[in-house]
């Protein structure tokens, strides 16, 4: 029996999506405590803006490296050190006692954080044929999804049980509990069950320089079509809603913070939705590029509507738009549905990194760009629905590139089958 045929491919899946679950939460957790910090360490919010992209940005420089090392040593050592990584960090931020030692914790954190993914993909794709990995890809962006979910509501209310020290104490310890429960469901009991396997697998490692390796994938049509495909889905939703959504329907509609932060849930509520439904469409028509590029295409149209209305549609256009945004999103796994389909395992991990570093290096500059072009407005109050109607240009441009990145894609439908063995 090989692992592709074998049940406890599905005790592999569960053990790595409840990490993922897991480890997706403590994204977002300390955006919860902001004012505690704020108040417990005596720092200003440039410095809280600056200790929440420390772990984006090193979770963005570190997915090509990340997907080299995994493709040339295999992906579950990594997962496993990631996860007990993310919880030593979340439990030194919880122990901390000035503000060096809370980027000290977000640094620590951003580097397992950045294992996630790509190790995640890679693994998936080993226990599973090409036909599963499409459906269940979707699965696991909507897992990640809920560990946003996690890091709301449910995790609020824990603070406020046990305070915030010892609820991200706790949040750690579990994460250093699953890298050790992942030792023994991905390195220890395998070993047991398929030997011969294991034993081929030492024979036939073939290793290829690196440098060669980086030089073919940078030089791929297909990769860059990836990269540009998820640098223009990913960015939009996780830079504007992450980071503008609240104060933009403060401001453009005078919502309450607790209003305005309903907007974050209508998105995510598309995100957790559109991750399996999109994987389940694209496994019934047996295609991933055209159910994509139609999603795209209503991304970019979306993004456009904001410019149509001058950065201020109706409230229930709002709602609409706010959905479909984050339901392409969740669709967003397919990405990495066509990475499968289209490279061998051997090369999945650095094609991984390098399309999910297009989707993050988005969420990195928007925010950024957009809070410049709001700056060049903020002057005048009276020019605030004008600094919002010119920052939108930026989403419908990143959006334009997702489209151009996703009508570059070649798929091999005819030969998905053939190629689940690899």
């Not at 669709?331 to 499968?340: D, G, I």
Request: hydrophobic residues 50%.
């Amino acid at each position: 029996m090989d692992k592709q045929n074998s049940k406890f491919r599905w005790i592999v899946f569960a053990s790595v999506l409840f990490t993922y679950f897991l480890m997706a939460s403590q994204r977002t957790a300390p955006g919860l405590i902001t004012d505690e910090v704020m108040r417990d360490f005596n720092v200003t919010a440039s410095t809280i803006g600056l200790l929440t992209s420390m772990q984006f940005f090193v979770y963005t420089s570190l997915q090509v490296p990340m997907g080299i090392l995994a493709d040339r040593y295999g992906p579950n050592f990594f997962l496993i050190i990631g996860a007990i990584l993310t919880g030593l960090g979340t439990i030194i931020y919880s122990l901390g006692t000035h503000e060096s030692v809370l980027f000290l914790a977000r640094t620590i954190t951003g580097i397992g954080d950045a294992t996630i993914w790509v190790n995640m993909v890679l693994i998936l794709g080993q226990w599973f044929k090409v036909k599963e990995f499409v459906r269940l890809i979707g699965i696991a962006g909507m897992t990640g999804s809920l560990g946003f979910l996690l890091a709301t509501v449910p995790f609020s209310l824990l603070i406020d049980l046990l305070g915030w020290r010892a609820a991200f104490l706790l949040a750690g310890i579990l994460l250093c509990l699953c890298g050790i429960i992942l030792y023994f469901v991905l390195i220890k009991k395998p070993k047991q069950i398929f030997i011969n396997e294991y034993v081929s697998i030492k024979r036939e490692v073939q290793r290829e320089r690196t440098l060669v390796l980086i030089r073919r994938i940078f030089s791929n049509r297909q990769a860059w079509a990836l990269f540009l495909c998820h640098f223009g889905i990913v960015g939009a939703y996780v830079g504007f809603i992450g980071s503008w959504a609240v104060p933009y329907g403060m401001n453009m509609y005078g919502m309450t913070r607790s209003d305005a932060s309903q907007l974050i849930m209508i998105g995510l509520i598309g995100a957790l939705l559109g991750a399996p439904l999109s994987s389940w469409i694209s496994s019934v028509l047996n295609t991933i590029k055209r159910p994509y590029v139609v999603i795209h295409l209503i991304i970019l149209l979306s993004w456009a509507t904001f410019l149509l209305f001058k950065g201020n549609p109706p409230l229930s256009v709002l709602i609409i738009l706010f959905f479909i945004i984050g339901f392409g999103y969740g669709a967003s796994a397919l990405t990495f549905a066509v990475v499968r389909q289209s490279f061998p395992l051997k090369e999945s991990g650095i094609v991984s990194g390098f399309a999910n570093t297009g989707g993050f290096l988005s969420a990195v500059l928007l925010p950024s760009i957009f809070g410049v072009v709001l700056d060049q407005f903020q002057t005048a109050s009276s020019s605030a629905g004008n600094g919002y109607f010119y920052g939108f240009i930026t989403p419908v441009i990143f959006s334009l590139l997702g489209l151009i990145g996703v009508s570059w894609i070649k798929e091999k439908r005819k030969e998905t089958e053939q190629s689940s063995e690899r």
